[in-house]
């Protein structure tokens, strides 16, 4: 038993492999599977679509999957991790990278090529990752980061609504913003609520007025016909939210209770856009 978790340790490290960001997994699974009903409910289903969505998936977690050791190769080659996990981190960021190519040459295989659109933004996000690694993990773990990965993440509902409907439309823009603005909330509230946690300054007028901004965004968009009204109700929901927490410190004192908490948020926010989609479809 020694010997074999001896084993597994000089294969697998959990901080070269499994990214630290708080919420991360819901960004990128919630858009998913909101591009993925609103494609399959509201769109024409293209065919093969089920395993387009499988190769999306993969594709998409093995990409996300890449930045982790990516990032920690880029810091052991500047002096500033362990040597001896250099073969390691690149042995994963290959790994990650092959199954993430091989994904996305099935889903051109399937037809999918307007996929190929959504490269260029992931890439970039994994580019602006590594240059940030250059100047340590502070700069990793800034706000600004944080915001640009939750943008990029949101970039799976787009993929998934292409995959389900071989169509690159004005739904899929939609999409994409309604998910990342989602998941920027997400950012603002959860940093908010970790740093009352651990007694930290707390950004309270920056998350206050980021949902206000947000909330205003989607309304605008309802008044301009780009989705239905029904789009405005999470981000209503998440303004108050973001009220509650910018009146007072609110510590958390469960954190694993805390974390399924936000999934179920994202997956309401998630939801109620998917109805509010169908709503504008006449569906």
Request: aromatic share 10%; glycine share 10%.
């Given at each position: 038993?020694?010997e074999?978790?001896?084993?597994?340790?000089?294969?697998?490290?959990?901080?070269?492999?499994?990214?630290?960001?708080?919420?991360?997994?819901?960004w990128l699974?919630?858009p998913f599977?909101?591009?993925?009903?609103?494609g399959?409910?509201?769109g024409?289903r293209?065919?093969?679509s089920?395993?387009?969505?499988?190769?999306t998936l993969?594709?998409?977690l093995s990409?996300?999957?890449?930045?982790?050791?990516?990032?920690?190769?880029?810091?052991?080659?500047r002096?500033?991790?362990?040597?001896?996990?250099?073969?390691?981190?690149?042995?994963?960021?290959?790994?990650f990278?092959?199954?993430?190519a091989?994904?996305?040459?099935?889903?051109?295989?399937?037809?999918?090529?307007?996929?190929?659109?959504?490269?260029?933004?992931?890439?970039?996000?994994l580019?602006m990752?590594?240059?940030?690694s250059?100047?340590g993990?502070?700069?990793?773990?800034?706000?600004?980061?944080e915001?640009?990965?939750a943008?990029?993440?949101a970039l799976m509902?787009p993929?998934?609504?292409?995959a389900?409907?071989?169509t690159?439309?004005?739904?899929?823009?939609k999409?994409?913003?309604?998910l990342?603005l989602q998941n920027l909330?997400g950012?603002l509230?959860?940093?908010v609520r970790l740093?009352?946690t651990?007694?930290r300054p707390?950004?309270?007028?920056?998350?206050?007025?980021?949902?206000?901004?947000?909330l205003?965004?989607?309304?605008?968009?309802a008044?301009?016909?780009?989705?239905s009204?029904?789009?405005?109700v999470p981000?209503?929901?998440?303004?108050?939210?973001?009220?509650?927490t910018?009146?007072?410190p609110?510590?958390?004192?469960?954190?694993?209770?805390?974390?399924?908490?936000?999934?179920g948020?994202?997956?309401?926010?998630?939801l109620?856009i998917?109805?509010?989609f169908l709503?504008?479809?006449?569906l």
């Amino acid at each position: 038993m020694a010997e074999t978790a001896a084993s597994r340790h000089t294969w697998f490290r959990k901080a070269l492999v499994v990214p630290t960001e708080h919420g991360a997994w819901s960004w990128l699974l919630v858009p998913f599977l909101v591009g993925a009903l609103v494609g399959s409910l509201a769109g024409q289903r293209a065919p093969f679509s089920g395993l387009a969505l499988i190769f999306t998936l993969v594709g998409g977690l093995s990409a996300y999957m890449s930045r982790q050791p990516a990032t920690a190769l880029a810091r052991i080659r500047r002096g500033r991790g362990r040597k001896a996990d250099e073969s390691l981190a690149l042995g994963w960021t290959l790994g990650f990278g092959l199954v993430a190519a091989l994904c996305l040459l099935g889903l051109l295989a399937l037809g999918r090529t307007a996929l190929a659109a959504l490269i260029a933004p992931f890439a970039l996000v994994l580019v602006m990752y590594l240059l940030a690694s250059r100047s340590g993990r502070a700069a990793m773990r800034a706000l600004s980061m944080e915001l640009t990965g939750a943008i990029g993440l949101a970039l799976m509902a787009p993929a998934a609504y292409i995959a389900t409907t071989d169509t690159f439309d004005a739904i899929a823009w939609k999409l994409w913003v309604l998910l990342a603005l989602q998941n920027l909330l997400g950012v603002l509230y959860v940093r908010v609520r970790l740093a009352d946690t651990h007694k930290r300054p707390a950004e309270r007028r920056l998350m206050l007025g980021g949902h206000a901004a947000a909330l205003l965004i989607v309304a605008a968009g309802a008044a301009l016909a780009w989705w239905s009204w029904l789009m405005v109700v999470p981000f209503a929901g998440f303004l108050l939210r973001a009220g509650w927490t910018y009146t007072a410190p609110r510590a958390v004192l469960n954190v694993k209770r805390f974390g399924f908490t936000e999934v179920g948020v994202e997956i309401t926010g998630g939801l109620l856009i998917v109805a509010g989609f169908l709503v504008s479809l006449g569906l």
